[in-house]
Structure formats: structure tokens, C-alpha cells
């Protein structure tokens, strides 16, 4: 195939793709959204009992199947896959009667899911269904039936699934988000399940990274530059805070302000004279990649971080580079 031709046909495959997920959109105006409704009340309910969402299919559905379970846990919902053809022998042992199956077959025909219906019938386990044929065994037997539109697989031999578990990975999406926020699921909710790698740093927080008490370089507004330059240096954050008798923050004083009243006097003047008023500040409850974008717009390199207008930390941007936020 000539280059041309290549991306031709990636074009084209994702278009198929986009017109499915473009077809769930559509149908969620409809009778696909009352039941999508249902499946997030069913999905809350099992919750609230303690229970989980478990997650089956066979196939390139169960392969599906494992990320919607990955997903669902990492943002809140307690969930795990369980395989079809174990289920059969003796993983039915995982599900309670607190929980809510979620079961993906495009066909709604797959044999080995019967197991797993018939134990969620004969228990009242509640089954949530995601496929494409609302008649089938899989369909028939749901409390809640997600039946998404038919569409045409992005194979050209319409065999293998493409264009069908993009629509089935989409829907499980749509869920996830739609009971996390329902939930109230935080940043910091977030962080809680993802500790670790890129994800995790970027999820720390300004008064993780701060640094406090005695290191924090702040002064009067009447001690006089030639000792508050003492203190500047010895802090070694280029910057000094300036706070009044309650230990609010007033000013800051940069080396842009040194130089900008640079002369033989300056070490006569007072601080307030000197400070610029009004600084840039961050809360240490603000993520810290928050405050790297607020130091990168303001081409600056420190911040300091007020709790009820009191200075109780300072960040600078070599902290952020050492936590990997940037």
C-alpha cells in the first residue's frame, strides 16, 4: 500500500469510530439515556450497601470489560473484573448480593456469560447490560439494558471488533464520570488511588512542597534594608515577605525591587518603602501543578502561601522540578 493509502484507511477507520460514539450521543436523547439513568442508580445503590461493581465479557469484550472495572475503581467506585469462564467455576463466589454486574457482549449472545446471569437472576444480583441487541440472552435477562446502536466495524470484513468496543469502552466511560461526579470526587479524592508516576506528582499539593516555619524569609515594615538584606540573603529565596503586628502580608520585596530603588540610600530606607504591595499568593490547599502554571505565567520563581491572609509557607520553582510537577 502506498503511503497515501495507509492513511486513507486510518482516516476511515476512525471516522467508523467517531459515528459510533457520534450514534450513542444520539441515542441517549432517548430511551438509552432513561436507562443509563437507571444504570447509575443501580450502580449508587450497590454502593451504598457496601457492595461493588463487578465487570464481565468475553473476548475482545472482556479485554473492554478489565479497563471500564480499572477505570470505575481509580475514580471512586469500588470495582473488579470477573472473567466469564471462571465465574462458571467458583468465582460466582466473588459476587454478594450488595453488588451490580456489568455484563459486555455486543451480541448479547456470549455462552459463557449464562453462568453469570442465571447466578445474578437467582440471587437478585442487579445486571447491568452493554450490547447491541436488546432481544438477546444477555438483554432479555438485564434489570437495566445499555443497548447501544448497531454500527459498522471499522474492519472492512466487518469481523474484527473495532468500531463495536470503541462504542462499548465509551460507554464505560460515560459511567465512570457520570457517578464520579455525581459523587463529588475530588482531585484529592483522585490522588488517593493513584500515588504513584507523573499522574501522582502532578496530584501533590502546594503544602506538600512549601517550605515552613523558620525557612519562611518574612520581616517588619519598619526594619531597615541594610537588615532586612541580611535576611534575604540568609534565606536564599531571592524574596522577603513583609507582615504587619497580626502577621498578615502586606508586601514583598524582589531583587526587581532592589534594583528598582537602587541607590546609596537604600540601605537607610525602610522595608515598606521598598515592598511591592498586592503579591501574587497560592493557598496550600492549591495543587502544585496549579501554582507551577501560575510561576510560569508570571515569570517568576517564588510564591508565597497564605492561610487566612498569613504567610505560612513559601514555594519556590526548584521545588516544583524536584517533585517532577513540571
Known amino acids: 500500500m502506498s503511503d497515501e493509502k495507509l492513511l486513507a484507511s486510518a482516516i476511515k477507520t476512525l471516522e467508523l469510530e467517531n459515528l459510533g460514539i457520534s450514534s450513542i450521543v444520539s441515542a441517549l436523547a432517548g430511551e438509552l439515556?432513561?436507562?443509563?439513568?437507571?444504570?447509575?442508580?443501580?450502580?449508587?445503590?450497590?454502593?451504598?450497601?457496601?457492595?461493588?461493581?463487578?465487570?464481565?465479557?468475553?473476548?475482545?469484550?472482556?479485554?473492554?470489560?478489565?479497563?471500564?472495572?480499572?477505570?470505575?475503581?481509580?475514580?471512586?467506585?469500588?470495582?473488579?473484573?470477573?472473567?466469564?469462564?471462571?465465574?462458571?467455576?467458583?468465582?460466582l463466589g466473588m459476587i454478594t448480593g450488595n453488588d451490580a454486574v456489568i455484563g459486555l457482549s455486543w451480541s448479547g449472545e456470549s455462552a459463557e456469560l449464562a453462568a453469570l446471569i442465571n447466578y445474578t437472576r437467582r440471587f437478585n444480583v442487579s445486571l447491568i447490560s452493554i450490547t447491541s441487541n436488546n432481544d438477546s440472552a444477555l438483554g432479555s435477562a438485564s434489570d437495566v439494558k445499555l443497548t447501544l446502536p448497531k454500527a459498522d466495524e471499522a474492519c472492512p470484513h466487518g469481523l474484527a471488533p473495532t468500531t463495536s468496543t470503541t462504542m462499548q469502552l465509551a460507554m464505560?466511560?460515560?459511567?465512570?464520570?457520570a457517578l464520579l461526579e455525581n459523587k463529588g470526587f475530588t482531585a484529592k479524592d483522585y490522588k488517593v488511588f493513584h500515588p504513584g508516576g507523573a499522574l501522582g506528582a502532578s496530584l501533590q499539593y502546594v503544602r506538600e512542597l512549601m517550605h515552613k516555619g523558620e525557612a519562611v524569609p518574612l520581616v517588619g515594615p519598619d526594619l531597615q534594608?541594610?537588615?532586612?538584606?541580611?535576611?534575604?540573603?540568609?534565606?536564599?529565596?531571592?524574596?522577603?515577605?513583609?507582615?504587619?503586628?497580626?502577621?498578615?502580608?502586606?508586601?514583598?520585596?524582589?531583587?526587581?525591587?532592589?534594583?528598582?530603588?537602587?541607590?546609596?540610600?537604600?540601605?537607610?530606607?525602610?522595608?515598606?518603602?521598598?515592598?511591592?504591595?498586592?503579591?501574587?499568593?497560592?493557598?496550600?490547599?492549591?495543587?502544585?501543578?496549579?501554582?507551577?502554571?501560575?510561576?510560569n505565567s508570571l515569570n517568576i520563581t517564588t510564591l508565597f502561601v497564605l492561610d487566612d491572609n498569613k504567610p505560612v509557607g513559601i514555594l519556590h520553582l526548584h521545588d516544583l522540578l524536584r517533585a517532577k510537577i513540571a
Open 33 to 91: 439515556g432513561d436507562e443509563f439513568i437507571k444504570a447509575v442508580e443501580h450502580i449508587e445503590r450497590a454502593e451504598k450497601k457496601g457492595g461493588r461493581v463487578i465487570v464481565s465479557g468475553m473476548g475482545k469484550s472482556g479485554h473492554i470489560g478489565r479497563k471500564i472495572a480499572a477505570t470505575l475503581a481509580s475514580t471512586g467506585t469500588p470495582a473488579f473484573f470477573v472473567h466469564p469462564s471462571e465465574a462458571g467455576h467458583g468465582d
Open 172 to 177: 464505560g466511560d460515560a459511567l465512570a464520570i
Open 225 to 295: 534594608m541594610s537588615e532586612a538584606l541580611v535576611v534575604m540573603s540568609e534565606k536564599s529565596f531571592g524574596c522577603l515577605g513583609i507582615t504587619d503586628e497580626q502577621g498578615d502580608l502586606l508586601g514583598i520585596i524582589t531583587d526587581g525591587d532592589l534594583r528598582r530603588h537602587m541607590s546609596k540610600n537604600l540601605v537607610d530606607m525602610k522595608t515598606r518603602d521598598v515592598m511591592t504591595t498586592g503579591p501574587k499568593t497560592v493557598s496550600p490547599d492549591m495543587l502544585a501543578a496549579k501554582a507551577l502554571e501560575i510561576i
